[in-house]
């Protein structure tokens, strides 16, 4: 193979219009190059939409009851709360205290949700659920314009079962939103680029709202455009839409970072920039190590990142300039993530929709195994076959933890619900070398390989989300009984930790670090959280009537020599109250 950087020269000298279809050869045999042409074919984009519909049980299936989890899930959540209470939608608030570190869009549509549907968890995650789904079709659309309609097609099938994608988009975070805005933006790129200059306009909102979704990360995608953008020079640099749309993008991050600066002052744009320093000088997460993407990507997307690689080096031998942005686009993504200190698995999730169309671009090519095939082509089966006896021998291994399981091999227990899909995906894989070696004999070999793989990719995620652990972080919390925990005796009285309506306030104990994630998923439960109560803030009694002291805390205190009175205990966290004439008229018991 070239060297990459001659394939990114010849790439980038190719003048080939992304509107084309691809060339004729094996990357044009889709029986669906010529589907916008067929009148008995749905549309493609009626098509996309089905998929999406077809995705929605893997995000909206539960096992159990779902709870948030205490870093990030809780905190955007209770952010949106005291919104809604408050209405603070320039600076939104963390129990009484602005927050700055990331741009408000999250919180104001995790809150525009509870609004309608109630402050409640799966109210909480539907913005991160419509993304996840919304970006089906855009994969899809994107891809229509760069590979055969077939292979676009399985790329929107392959993105719903990768597991990193579902079990991120079923969260409270800005990742998958993210990623959404970017492919919205890169759809009205592609379609500016090719003539229909008004679709720069929605590069620009997208632009923005990217901004005001995750600040300085919109700019990683952006730079993963240059190869693209380069290639296509001659279509946008001398495009007024183009820079008029970036300027009203920077104008929609404007329109809020202006007015908050004028209420907050200068500390919203130091706070801001300081985040995203701090972030790129040193590693947030001191486990996640330089190798951290090379084993993590593929073991959380396997077998569509396996796939991938496959997609991705035909594209590059075959056809590297006119689909120049889907494979350079998640390479210099991968390259500027790897480069960048803090490594999180969420930051990867804006490489699966390309990941996905890769491995569609790999099952297209599986699709064609049938019939001769000789000289450049004779690739494919060969290709075939070293895949089909590596996902052979991974389900050797399924197959055999499957029957260990079954056997009640100690160790084993949490696998317990998983081992008949264990044995069932096991003996799948397996079939995949002898469809493989019979390619020439079976007219269906393509279609019988590919639908195993994806067949497997369902059940694994169906069993997967069905789990009653998925989803549910804090069932504890989410399951306390306040009218036991606070009688209504007790619950009745007024005091100065109490709100207009009469609701107690209770303040959460926070030790640092160590217990900071159950503080955030505590606070969300708790109907009425009023203020962080630090360890110093603990030792000088600066709390009100009723507190959530920590496990940390409760190491280092007795809590009643501190003049308090527990009520409850909740995974080591104790609700207390203070000692006091009128609260003793009460009653609670220790849980």
Known sequence: MRPLSHLFASALRSHNSPGFSPPRGSLGSSSFVRFRRNPHLLPFWGLSLLMMGLAVPLFVLSGADPSLAGCDESFYAQMARELLRGGHWLGPTFLGEPFFEKPPLLTWSVALSFALYGVNEWAARLPGILAALLSIPLVGWIGWFFLPMRAAFLGMAVLPLCYLWVQQGRLVGQDVPLTFLELLGILGLVNGIRGHRVWFWLTGVAFGLGLLMKSAMILLPGAALIPYLVQQRRRWMGSAPFWLALGLGLGIFGLWLGPAMQVYGPQVLTTLVGKVWDLGQEPFHADATGWYYFWHIPVHGFPWTVLALVGGFLLVRQQPGSTLLIWSFPLLLLLLLQLYPTKTPYYTVQLYPWLALLAGVALDQ?????????????????????????????????????????????????????????????????????????????????????GILLLVGILAMITIVLRPDFGNFSPAFAQMDWNQMLPPSVRAIRTESSTEAGETVVDIGRSGLPDVCQAQAIAFYTPHPGRWVDDQALQRGEYGDYLWVSPVQAEQVEIRDLGLQPLAAVEGWQLVRRLDPLLEQGSGEPL
Not at 418 to 423: E, M
């Open 366 to 450: 599986a699709l064609a195994m049938r019939g001769r095939v000789s000289g450049a082509e004779h690739l494919k089966p060969r290709l075939a076959q070293v895949l089909s006896w590596g996902l052979a021998a991974v389900g050797l291994l399924l197959l055999g933890l499957g029957v260990a399981v079954r056997l009640g091999v100690d160790g084993l227990e949490l696998l317990q619900p998983h081992a008949w899909p264990l044995v069932v995906m096991g003996v799948l894989y397996l079939l995949l070398p002898g469809i493989c070696s019979w390619w020439r004999v079976l007219r269906c070999a393509g279609e019988l390989w590919v």
